[in-house]
């Protein structure tokens, strides 16, 4: 987890990514988070979460009110799969979208039984 706070907080500041989408870990909960450069020290509550928040879903509804922003986010295997659907139906701008790869935990992986938890 450690290697991609480090990649979305450089994509920020170099302004490659107007917003990282990624899932916080606070108060023992999980829930989405939508990173720039106001809110930096929340990549630090970054986690893995437990597949019930649907990033790829969350970025469509982002990426629709703010179409000129290049935007990064946090994928598993299956949001990875989500997202390359969702540009071939020309929901989302692959040019738009800078994935950030993350292999689920063993655990989530084998209750989901996903054949591929990892992202290419």
Known sequence: MEEIKHKARKALEDRAISGFLGLKLEDGNTSPVLVTLDNLDDLEHLAMG???YPLAKILMRI???????TLGI???GCDERAIV???KANQLDGA????????CPQDLAQRCSCPMPYPS
């Open 85 to 87: 659907e969702l540009i």
């Open 63 to 69: 990426a629709a009110r703010h179409p000129q922003d």
């Open 50 to 52: 437990d597949g019930r």
């Open 96 to 103: 738009r979208v800078v994935k950030f790869g993350v292999a």
């Open 74 to 76: 946090m994928v598993r």
